[in-house]
T-cell receptor, first 114, second 114 residues
Framework: DQQVKQNSPSLSVQEGRISILNCDYT??????FLWYKKYPAEGPTFLIS?????DKNEDGRFTVFLNKSAKHLSLHIVPSQPGDSAVYFC?????????????FGKGTHLIIQP | EPEVTQTPSHQVTQMGQEVILRCVPI?????FYWYRQILGQKVEFLVS????????KSEIFDDQFSVERPDGSNFTLKIRSTKLEDSAMYFC????????????FGQGTRLTVV
Protein backbone atom coordinates (compact mmCIF):
# COMPACT_ATOMS: atom_id res chain seq x y z
CA ASP A 1 0.00 0.00 0.00
CA GLN A 2 1.72 3.10 -1.28
CA GLN A 3 0.43 6.05 0.66
CA VAL A 4 3.09 8.30 -0.84
CA LYS A 5 3.85 7.88 -4.51
CA GLN A 6 6.61 9.26 -6.64
CA ASN A 7 5.77 7.99 -10.08
CA SER A 8 8.95 9.07 -11.83
CA PRO A 9 11.89 6.87 -10.85
CA SER A 10 14.23 9.23 -12.66
CA LEU A 11 14.32 12.68 -14.20
CA SER A 12 16.97 14.27 -16.38
CA VAL A 13 17.22 18.07 -16.55
CA GLN A 14 19.70 20.39 -18.17
CA GLU A 15 21.83 22.56 -15.91
CA GLY A 16 20.26 25.97 -15.41
CA ARG A 17 16.73 24.79 -16.16
CA ILE A 18 13.92 24.11 -13.72
CA SER A 19 13.60 20.67 -12.14
CA ILE A 20 10.10 19.67 -11.07
CA LEU A 21 9.70 16.59 -8.90
CA ASN A 22 6.22 15.33 -8.21
CA CYS A 23 4.64 13.44 -5.35
CA ASP A 24 1.10 12.19 -4.74
CA TYR A 25 -0.40 10.92 -1.51
CA THR A 26 -3.54 9.02 -0.66
CA UNK A 27 -3.84 9.42 3.11
CA UNK A 28 -5.98 12.51 3.77
CA UNK A 29 -4.73 12.57 7.36
CA UNK A 30 -1.27 13.66 6.23
CA UNK A 31 -0.77 17.30 7.08
CA UNK A 32 2.97 17.73 7.00
CA PHE A 33 5.18 17.08 4.01
CA LEU A 34 8.92 17.07 3.58
CA TRP A 35 11.44 16.63 0.83
CA TYR A 36 14.70 14.85 1.50
CA LYS A 37 17.71 14.58 -0.76
CA LYS A 38 20.00 11.59 -0.70
CA TYR A 39 23.44 11.10 -2.17
CA PRO A 40 24.89 7.59 -2.57
CA ALA A 41 26.33 6.19 0.68
CA GLU A 42 24.76 8.96 2.75
CA GLY A 43 21.58 9.27 4.76
CA PRO A 44 18.67 11.43 3.58
CA THR A 45 19.16 15.13 4.29
CA PHE A 46 16.28 17.46 4.87
CA LEU A 47 15.56 20.00 2.14
CA ILE A 48 12.27 21.72 2.71
CA SER A 49 8.91 21.12 4.33
CA UNK A 50 5.37 22.38 4.11
CA UNK A 51 2.38 22.07 6.39
CA UNK A 52 -1.12 21.67 5.07
CA UNK A 53 -2.10 25.19 6.12
CA UNK A 54 0.11 26.52 3.35
CA ASP A 55 0.18 25.93 -0.37
CA LYS A 56 3.71 27.14 -1.02
CA ASN A 57 7.00 27.31 0.81
CA GLU A 58 10.18 28.73 -0.62
CA ASP A 59 13.80 28.43 0.46
CA GLY A 60 16.36 29.79 -1.95
CA ARG A 61 16.32 27.75 -5.14
CA PHE A 62 13.81 25.28 -3.68
CA THR A 63 10.05 25.77 -3.66
CA VAL A 64 7.48 23.23 -2.58
CA PHE A 65 3.88 23.54 -3.76
CA LEU A 66 1.01 21.72 -2.11
CA ASN A 67 -2.36 21.09 -3.74
CA LYS A 68 -4.47 19.55 -0.99
CA SER A 69 -7.54 18.94 -3.09
CA ALA A 70 -5.46 16.95 -5.57
CA LYS A 71 -3.33 15.38 -2.81
CA HIS A 72 -0.30 16.42 -4.78
CA LEU A 73 2.90 18.21 -4.01
CA SER A 74 5.84 19.20 -6.10
CA LEU A 75 9.37 20.38 -5.55
CA HIS A 76 10.77 22.99 -7.91
CA ILE A 77 14.48 23.58 -8.14
CA VAL A 78 15.53 26.60 -10.14
CA PRO A 79 18.07 26.98 -11.53
CA SER A 80 19.22 23.36 -11.42
CA GLN A 81 22.87 22.81 -10.61
CA PRO A 82 25.12 19.75 -11.04
CA GLY A 83 25.25 19.28 -7.26
CA ASP A 84 21.50 18.78 -7.28
CA SER A 85 21.98 15.35 -8.87
CA ALA A 86 20.69 12.98 -6.17
CA VAL A 87 17.69 10.91 -5.20
CA TYR A 88 14.83 13.02 -3.87
CA PHE A 89 12.35 11.52 -1.44
CA CYS A 90 8.95 12.93 -0.68
CA UNK A 91 7.79 12.14 2.86
CA UNK A 92 4.56 12.77 4.74
CA UNK A 93 3.26 12.58 8.25
CA UNK A 94 0.60 13.69 10.70
CA UNK A 95 1.59 16.48 13.06
CA UNK A 96 -0.86 15.44 15.74
CA UNK A 97 0.64 11.97 15.91
CA UNK A 98 3.71 13.49 17.47
CA UNK A 99 6.56 11.02 17.33
CA UNK A 100 5.22 8.81 14.58
CA UNK A 101 7.47 8.08 11.69
CA UNK A 102 7.29 9.52 8.25
CA UNK A 103 5.97 7.68 5.23
CA PHE A 104 8.36 7.94 2.33
CA GLY A 105 7.90 7.69 -1.40
CA LYS A 106 10.23 5.50 -3.43
CA GLY A 107 12.28 8.44 -4.58
CA THR A 108 13.11 10.14 -7.87
CA HIS A 109 16.65 10.10 -9.17
CA LEU A 110 17.35 13.59 -10.50
CA ILE A 111 20.19 13.85 -13.00
CA ILE A 112 21.40 17.30 -13.95
CA GLN A 113 23.02 17.31 -17.38
CA PRO A 114 25.80 19.84 -18.04
CA GLU B 1 27.11 21.42 12.49
CA PRO B 2 25.60 18.72 14.72
CA GLU B 3 24.94 15.41 13.05
CA VAL B 4 23.59 11.94 13.71
CA THR B 5 26.35 9.34 13.63
CA GLN B 6 25.94 5.63 13.08
CA THR B 7 28.32 2.73 13.60
CA PRO B 8 29.36 0.54 11.97
CA SER B 9 29.00 1.77 8.41
CA HIS B 10 28.85 -1.82 7.16
CA GLN B 11 28.04 -4.99 9.08
CA VAL B 12 28.14 -8.49 7.65
CA THR B 13 26.55 -11.20 9.75
CA GLN B 14 25.51 -14.81 9.42
CA MET B 15 21.85 -15.68 9.34
CA GLY B 16 20.56 -16.37 12.84
CA GLN B 17 23.12 -14.15 14.55
CA GLU B 18 22.28 -11.14 16.65
CA VAL B 19 23.36 -7.68 15.53
CA ILE B 20 23.33 -4.34 17.28
CA LEU B 21 23.34 -1.18 15.22
CA ARG B 22 24.44 1.92 17.05
CA CYS B 23 23.48 5.55 16.70
CA VAL B 24 24.38 8.76 18.45
CA PRO B 25 21.53 11.23 17.87
CA ILE B 26 21.94 14.99 17.99
CA UNK B 27 22.35 15.92 21.62
CA UNK B 28 19.37 18.19 22.21
CA UNK B 29 16.94 16.07 20.22
CA UNK B 30 14.17 14.23 22.01
CA UNK B 31 12.72 11.94 19.35
CA PHE B 32 14.63 9.06 17.83
CA TYR B 33 13.81 6.85 14.91
CA TRP B 34 15.00 3.87 12.96
CA TYR B 35 14.23 3.46 9.28
CA ARG B 36 15.45 0.96 6.76
CA GLN B 37 15.82 0.86 3.01
CA ILE B 38 16.05 -2.46 1.24
CA LEU B 39 18.04 -2.13 -1.97
CA GLY B 40 15.91 -0.62 -4.70
CA GLN B 41 12.96 0.04 -2.41
CA LYS B 42 11.65 2.98 -0.44
CA VAL B 43 12.77 4.14 2.97
CA GLU B 44 10.50 2.44 5.53
CA PHE B 45 9.72 3.50 9.06
CA LEU B 46 10.57 0.94 11.73
CA VAL B 47 10.17 2.55 15.14
CA SER B 48 10.10 5.83 17.00
CA UNK B 49 11.29 6.39 20.55
CA UNK B 50 10.49 9.20 22.94
CA UNK B 51 10.83 9.64 26.67
CA UNK B 52 12.62 6.30 27.02
CA UNK B 53 9.93 4.24 25.41
CA UNK B 54 8.69 3.20 22.02
CA UNK B 55 6.11 5.66 20.69
CA UNK B 56 5.18 3.94 17.50
CA LYS B 57 6.33 0.94 15.53
CA SER B 58 5.54 -0.43 12.10
CA GLU B 59 4.53 -3.95 11.12
CA ILE B 60 8.14 -4.60 10.17
CA PHE B 61 9.25 -4.07 13.76
CA ASP B 62 8.36 -7.51 15.09
CA ASP B 63 9.64 -9.39 18.15
CA GLN B 64 13.03 -9.87 16.52
CA PHE B 65 13.69 -6.16 16.85
CA SER B 66 14.30 -4.08 19.92
CA VAL B 67 15.57 -0.60 20.64
CA GLU B 68 17.34 0.81 23.62
CA ARG B 69 18.80 4.04 24.85
CA PRO B 70 21.36 2.57 27.24
CA ASP B 71 22.82 5.91 28.25
CA GLY B 72 22.31 9.59 27.57
CA SER B 73 23.82 9.53 24.12
CA ASN B 74 23.44 6.19 22.34
CA PHE B 75 20.38 4.75 20.65
CA THR B 76 20.61 1.14 19.50
CA LEU B 77 18.66 -1.21 17.28
CA LYS B 78 19.04 -4.92 18.01
CA ILE B 79 18.00 -7.68 15.68
CA ARG B 80 17.93 -10.90 17.68
CA SER B 81 18.14 -13.54 14.99
CA THR B 82 18.88 -12.06 11.60
CA LYS B 83 17.25 -13.31 8.44
CA LEU B 84 18.39 -12.86 4.87
CA GLU B 85 15.57 -10.38 4.29
CA ASP B 86 16.91 -8.13 7.02
CA SER B 87 19.69 -7.10 4.63
CA ALA B 88 19.20 -3.37 4.09
CA MET B 89 20.51 0.09 4.88
CA TYR B 90 19.41 1.05 8.36
CA PHE B 91 19.07 4.74 9.06
CA CYS B 92 18.86 6.31 12.47
CA UNK B 93 17.24 9.73 12.74
CA UNK B 94 16.49 12.23 15.46
CA UNK B 95 14.34 15.31 15.72
CA UNK B 96 13.92 18.06 18.23
CA UNK B 97 10.17 18.12 18.60
CA UNK B 98 8.79 15.15 16.72
CA UNK B 99 6.71 15.79 13.66
CA UNK B 100 6.82 19.55 13.96
CA UNK B 101 10.46 19.62 13.07
CA UNK B 102 12.43 17.81 10.47
CA UNK B 103 14.30 14.64 11.28
CA UNK B 104 18.04 14.52 10.76
CA PHE B 105 19.35 11.24 9.45
CA GLY B 106 22.61 9.45 9.99
CA GLN B 107 24.65 8.14 7.11
CA GLY B 108 23.27 4.64 7.57
CA THR B 109 24.56 1.16 8.39
CA ARG B 110 24.56 -1.34 5.57
CA LEU B 111 23.59 -4.69 7.05
CA THR B 112 24.35 -7.74 4.95
CA VAL B 113 23.02 -11.07 6.18
CA VAL B 114 24.67 -14.09 4.57
Amino acid sequence: DQQVKQNSPSLSVQEGRISILNCDYTNSMFDYFLWYKKYPAEGPTFLISISSIKDKNEDGRFTVFLNKSAKHLSLHIVPSQPGDSAVYFCAAGEVMRGADGLTFGKGTHLIIQP
Amino acid sequence: EPEVTQTPSHQVTQMGQEVILRCVPISNHLYFYWYRQILGQKVEFLVSFYNNEISEKSEIFDDQFSVERPDGSNFTLKIRSTKLEDSAMYFCASSRQGMNTEAFFGQGTRLTVV
